[in-house]
């Protein structure tokens, strides 16, 4: 019989994840789920339910990933909040379960390991698609996914620059206080996008906050907000001019307003590039649209769970 499962909350998840470590690991499971090996992997396109009342959605996100002996589900809640909402974007749970018996090992605050990796994701799609001579970062949005893309892009890249915009004036001055490192605060993003070499897009807004005729040619844009097929962040014109990369295209035909809206063709999937299978276009305007995958949990969640297991040894 299996003993209860462990609870690894967060401050111990944030104690355990460091980017040097994610990277690598999310790399990996990009490129295997890009193979669409069963043996590899089988991550179906989330399953969402509509909370109607509460103007918000419940994601299932499970994965198999049978060489790696990692069974694991993340529960998270994503919401359209009003504008100016103190209350959190998403809230989630991740279950890494044990393949052979069934049974759940261990339930993890998600919330951290949702920052991460998203963040750590489009550090990866920056490092194969932006410039090599790129300079200026700028990141719409102050909430926490802006946090966690602050901290592991200036951990893996030396911009010169790091450009920070949001729509509330208070929500830029706790950005600039909580990170370590210096930031450009702008008043609009006309003004943080223009010029920039590489784009964050990390808002919770449903319509397109970020418009092509801003947008330097030959930049990158990591477009992380706008997970619904309704929903917007980029605008068309962008849209259009880029080559289009995503994490999942079977998620991006499902979930993105941003490709399903525009009409756009989706070129490749990060873990394509990964794989040698595509090729980056680093010359031209790319954006990678970024919706998550249940891989990303599993692996990060697999991290936590060794480390956890290793502490103090
Ligand atoms: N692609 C992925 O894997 C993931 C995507 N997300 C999405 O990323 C986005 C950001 O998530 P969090 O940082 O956790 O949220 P958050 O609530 O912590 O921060 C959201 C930011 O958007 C700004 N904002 C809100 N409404 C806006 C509007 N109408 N126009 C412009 N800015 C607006 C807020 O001021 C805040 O700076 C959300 O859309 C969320 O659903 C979140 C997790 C994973
Ligand atoms: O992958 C995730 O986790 C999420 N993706 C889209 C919206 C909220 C959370």
């Not at 209860?4 to 990277?23: G, H, S, T």
């Not at 049974?103 to 932006?130: F, H, Q, Y």
């Amino acid at each position: 019989m299996a003993g209860p499962p462990l609870i690894i909350w967060e401050r111990e998840v944030e104690q355990l994840l460091l980017y040097a470590e994610l990277v690598p690991r999310l790399e990996d499971a990009l490129g295997k789920f890009s193979r669409r090996d069963n043996a590899e992997v089988i991550q179906p396109v989330r399953t969402t339910v509509a909370l109607q009342k509460h103007n918000g959605f419940l994601g299932v996100m499970p994965t198999y990933m049978e060489n790696d002996g990692l069974l694991c589900a993340k529960f998270v809640c994503f919401y359209k909040r009003e504008l100016g909402s103190a209350l959190p974007a998403t809230q989630a749970t991740v279950v890494l379960l044990n393949p052979q018996y069934g049974n759940v090992e261990a339930v993890m605050d998600g919330d951290v390991i949702t920052g991460m990796r998203t963040a750590a994701v489009s550090a990866v799609s920056a490092k194969l698609l932006m410039r090599p001579d790129a300079e200026v970062l700028a990141i719409l949005g102050t909430g926490k996914q802006a946090l966690s893309h602050y901290n592991v892009f200036t951990e893996m890249f030396s911009f010169k620059e790091v450009r920070v915009w949001s729509h509330r004036k208070e929500g830029i001055e706790r950005f600039r206080q909580s990170v370590s490192g210096p930031v450009t605060m702008c008043v609009s993003v006309e003004e943080a996008v223009t010029g920039a070499d590489v784009i964050v897009t990390v808002t919770r807004c449903t319509e397109p906050v970020l418009f092509g005729r801003w947008v330097k040619p030959g930049a990158h844009v990591a477009a992380v907000g706008a997970c619904r097929p309704n929903w917007r962040e980029v605008d068309d014109v962008l849209m259009k001019e880029a080559v289009v990369y995503v994490d999942s295209r079977d998620g991006a035909m499902t979930e993105s307003g941003d490709v399903i809206l525009s009409g756009v063709e989706v070129f490749a999937e990060l873990g394509d590039v990964i794989n040698g299978t595509k090729p980056a276009h680093r010359e031209k305007t790319t954006v990678f649209k970024s919706l998550g995958m249940a891989v990303e949990d599993a692996v990060s969640a697999k991290l936590v769970l060794d480390k956890w297991k290793h502490r103090g040894k």
